[in-house]
């Protein structure tokens, strides 16, 4: 592992450190957009009091913090691996490039020390699972890894009941920032409910920081929905999810090809109206993660 030395050095004075995926910027969007969004997400998360530590792969070599010109490589290179938790020991071995999904990107977070991560969305149950067990391991890992992941909730590919059940049976608090149910991705919120609602990061933090103190395994889930001048009616949304899953299946695509496909359908059909909407999201997610960050480096020093 190549932890980037201001990465480093901000870790060793128990500075704020957010993490960010690189799935987001292989598989999310086409180049120069994904680039162009990875520098954007970045100089949010600066900008809001924390240093970003982009997770990727290299040659085999897992790097913590990109650099810039490393990024430009990862945005323009074809044939990146979807690295998961049971990618990780082929790619490293057989010295591979992989882009880590929400799941890999945590654990190697906590490898690194860093305890906050910056998503989209992350992972979940998908659609007909009960007959496909569909599951992300996004899920399991957020039960077992120490990290917060800050997300605008789950896909809107999947189902968001069942992954929010899952989530309780895994024991991971769901926390949501004003809003009083999950965020919905695309639209501004769902029908799901989550474990309690903070108004200010520090809030956030103290959460973070007696989940530690009780040695409980697991992460939290931060939910923040979409800015609402950036979000996608429900009926709208749901009907192109509809068809891109029903295009999916006809396609025979499944497991871990399943969502790069839907996604990249659901550009097409909506004209690039959700890409708009995601690039915004995530960057609404890095500056309250980057807060969040800092708060809790704070409560931290204090202590």
Sequence with gaps: MKINEEVRLALEEGRAVVALESTIISHGMPYPKNVETARAV????????????????????????????????????????????????????????????????????????????VTGGIGGVHRGAETTWDVSRDLKELGEVGVTVVCSGAKAILDIPKTLEYLETEGVTILSYKAKTFANFYSVSSN?????????????????????DLGLSGGILISNP????????????????????????????????????????????????????????????????????????????KQ
């Design 42 to 117: 970045e100089k949010t998360v600066r900008d809001n009091g924390a240093i970003p530590a982009t997770i990727g792969i290299i040659d085999g070599e897992i790097v913590v913090g990109m650099d810039d010109n490393e990024l430009e490589a990862f945005g323009k290179r074809k044939g990146i691996a979807k690295v998961s938790k049971r990618d990780l020991p082929v790619v490293v071995a057989r010295k591979e490039w992989g882009a880590t999904t929400v799941s890999a990107t945590m654990l190697i977070a906590s490898m690194a020390g860093i305890p906050v991560f």
């Design 192 to 212: 799901g409910s989550v474990d309690a609602v903070f108004e200010d990061p520090k809030d956030a933090a103290a959460i973070i920081a007696a989940k530690k």
């Design 226 to 301: 979409i800015p609402e001048e950036f979000a996608l009616p429900h009926s709208y949304i749901d009907a192109i999810v509809d068809q891109a899953v029903n295009d999916a299946e006809k396609a025979g695509i499944h497991g871990k090809d399943s969502t790069p496909f839907l996604l990249k359908r659901i550009v097409e059909l909506t004209g690039g109206k959700s890409l708009d909407s995601n690039i915004h999201l995530v960057i609404n997610n890095a500056s309250l993660g980057a807060k969040i960050a800092a708060e809790y480096a704070s409560l931290r020093k």
